[in-house]
């Protein structure tokens, strides 16, 4: 029997799948009673609060778990302080999924973005003008230094988003490079 | 004790720490409050909170000298303490204080200026035959120059900013087609960072130790040392482990390069706290880096193994009082490890994270020193550093020290960001780190993973993820068949309505 802190029949069964951002798939059955399978073992899970913080009980281990950041099904899991990304796949997007039919067209362009938050302080790169990868096409103020930011493609530059002395935030689009 | 008062120009750990032991001597603490952080653990410790005065131009609050001059005028405070970075390396900031009758915690203003200039400091190092790296003596106008002297000395070269201070500015040249790319970027960081674009050059030692020596001077002349630092453990330049004292060093070495370091400190008159770095290489021999006129970051290893308050000796120092021990007198006993835990995504390159501190849990035992700024509700800006504490452990020996620092990582518990823990469980788990193979450049040769991942740690995050996913699903359907009893729904219907939630 499946252990856990909150009474019975709380979870909605089905397949469910947690899918990390390398492709690794991790399948789980939960049942009627709310019992998780995983790789066809009952798993015996216990969820505790204990002052303010959450713990995760699997065998021998018992780390603190949180969950840092989620867009709808794509969540962020800091578990011992090290982060994971998960998309997961429920029984209701399972039957969603074989609803869509339309097919997404291939991305032709790419956007780089920035990888911390900071200012900018010189673009070398012009739009129209081709780039190679690897080729340095701005330097990023940050915490009191200064980083190179390289294009991780081939292509030429379709648009630039930022001009000089623009503040970023981690993540924002930089530029677009047409491959 | 003339000093009755003391006005702290910092912030953060370190504001607390020198507040610790102005309440020990029991002297009265003043410190700043500013716009960007005005609800900070620092302003509750102190004995009196100053309201900076409502800004109107752009220069950092803690960098605002006549500012700063000012409150200690108006209030009437005995004495200042710069704590480290801000002001506490500025010489004129120094002479101000020693103009307007304030007494400076830290070193003569001449002292700090001669050694807080590299060029000038390796000269007075060269003169007192203290070895040094080949490399240029005077600051480098031009690329084609550094060329000309990066050609004489031999490739691999680094390029260093004069004026620079926690390893900004710096540039390693491997070859001469990256001169021109990395002298311009060298020259324009320093510019930027210090005020002074002026940059030297030096031969480049491939994997050296970072070996540092405490040293203390009295405003009589005397000048000891209190043994070295290993801080071999950096990220571009920036120490993220240190420890005390270093494997590479038996008790030879030591008398040797203490000497050392206490010659130079000498040859500027040192008082007060400073270090002396010096570069060891895999033959055991040191050249003299540079050296830090002020506490640093760091001090607390020295602390745990010699048993001595060094911030108290900076005020006694300031005082006037001598050195209360005599070289013959400091002992060091056991070891001491430091890890610096920084809001910081290790994997994502170690980029600043910012968020609010939700929750955090401190490990409290024997031979376990957290020295910290932040509680519960803590805003991470990006207006200062990113380090939220360190953890500082004592063992009878460095194995010892190992397991208390891993045991006490566990215990540290924090929610709300990321943080650099991972990291450093992943540099104490190390074998090399653990045979105290160690140099700078351990990080990028030794460490096959920046981050230390516990045993089914993924599966169990995947499992609390699907858990609280699926305990969601299971309380929005329940609300959209409450709303729905008695009503007769097909399973398309209900799709549609639990989709649209």
């Keep these: 029997m499946a252990k856990k802190k909150e009474t019975q029949n709380d979870l909605v069964s089905g397949k469910y799948i947690a899918l990390t951002n390398k492709g690794k798939k991790y399948e789980f059955y939960i049942s009627e009673d709310s019992a998780i399978t995983y790789k066809n073992k009952i798993l015996s899970i216990s969820i505790d609060e204990s002052e303010g913080f959450t713990f995760i009980e699997f065998g021998k281990n018992k780390y603190p778990v949180e969950i840092i950041d989620r867009n709808q099904n794509k969540y962020e899991v800091l578990i011992n302080n090290v982060s994971y990304n998960f998309t997961v796949e429920t029984p209701f997007s399972f039957k969603r999924k074989q609803l869509l039919t339309s097919q997404q067209p291939s991305s032709k362009t ?70 | 004790m003339s000093i009755k008062s003391l006005l702290i120009a910092n912030r953060g750990e370190i504001a607390i720490r020198i507040i610790s032991t102005a309440k020990k001597m029991g002297i009265k603490s003043y410190v700043i409050k500013t716009t960007k952080e005005p609800n900070e653990t620092y302003l509750q410790m102190a004995d009196e909170v100053i309201e900076f005065p409502a800004k109107h131009d752009e220069i950092p609050e803690f960098l605002d000298i006549e500012s700063i001059i000012l409150i200690a005028k108006k209030h009437k405070i005995n004495a200042i303490h710069p704590g480290y970075g801000f002001l506490a390396e500025n010489p004129y900031f120094a002479k101000r204080c020693e103009e307007q009758g304030i007494i400076f915690i830290g070193p003569s203003p001449d002292a700090i200026y001669k050694m807080g200039n590299k060029t000038i400091a390796k000269q007075i190092a060269g003169k007192h035959n203290i070895p040094l790296l080949k490399g240029s003596v005077e600051s480098i106008k031009s690329f084609t120059e550094a060329e000309r002297i990066a050609e004489k000395i031999g490739y691999p070269v680094i390029l260093k900013a004069a004026a620079g201070v926690g390893g900004r500015g710096m540039r390693i040249v491997e070859k001469s087609s990256e001169m021109a790319k990395l002298f311009k970027l060298a020259t324009s960081e320093a510019q930027k960072a210090f005020n002074d674009s002026s940059v030297f050059i030096e031969k480049y030692v491939r994997n050296p130790r970072h070996i540092e020596f405490q040293i203390f001077g009295d405003k009589h002349g005397n000048v000891i040392h209190l043994g070295e630092r290993e801080c071999s453990i950096q990220r571009k330049h920036q120490k993220l482990l240190e420890e005390a004292p270093s494997v590479a060093i038996d008790d030879t070495l030591r008398k040797k390069m203490g000497e050392e370091a206490v010659k130079i400190a000498k040859a500027v008159n040192y008082y007060s706290a400073g270090t002396v770095e010096f570069l060891l290489d895999s033959e055991k021999k040191y050249f003299f880096m540079e050296m830090n006129t002020r506490i640093q970051v760091e001090h607390p290893v020295t602390e745990m193994v010699t048993g001595l308050d060094l911030i108290e000796w900076q005020i006694r120092i300031a005082n006037g009082e001598k050195l209360p021990l005599k070289q013959n007198e400091v002992k060091i006993n056991g070891w001491s490890i430091e890890c610096r835990i920084n809001a910081e995504d290790v994997q994502s390159n170690f980029s600043p994270f910012l968020g609010t501190i939700k929750n955090i849990s401190i490990p409290r035992s024997k031979n376990v020193r957290i020295d910290t700024g932040i509680r519960e509700g803590t805003e991470i800006t990006p207006y200062f550093d990113s380090m939220i504490a360190k953890l500082i452990v004592h063992g009878e020996n460095r194995e010892l020290a190992i397991e ?7 215990k540290f518990k924090i929610k709300g960001i990321k943080t650099t823990i991972p990291f450093c469980k992943a540099v104490l788990n190390n074998k090399a780190f653990r045979l105290g193979k160690l140099n700078t450049s351990f990080i990028e040769n030794e460490l096959k993973e920046l981050y230390f991942q516990e045993p089914d740690e993924e599966l169990m995050a995947a499992l609390f993820v699907i858990y609280s996913h699926a305990k969601e699903l299971k309380s929005e359907t329940a609300a959209v068949l409450n709303y729905d009893k008695g009503k007769h729904l097909t399973p398309w219907v209900l799709n549609k309505r639990i989709k649209s939630l």
Excluded: R, Y
Aim: aromatic share 2%; proline share 4%; net charge negative.
């Design chain 1, 110 to 179: 790419e956007n780089i973005v920035a990888p911390l938050p900071g200012k900018i302080l010189e673009i070398m790169a012009e739009e129209g003008v081709s780039v190679l990868e690897g080729d340095a096409v701005l330097i990023l103020e940050a915490m009191k230094m200064q980083n190179e930011i390289t294009s991780h493609v081939s292509g030429k530059v379709k648009k630039i988003f930022v001009k000089c002395g623009d503040t970023v935030m981690k993540d924002d689009p930089l530029m677009e490079i047409e491959k």
């Design chain 2, 404 to 410: 208390t620092a891993l045991n006490a990582l566990q």
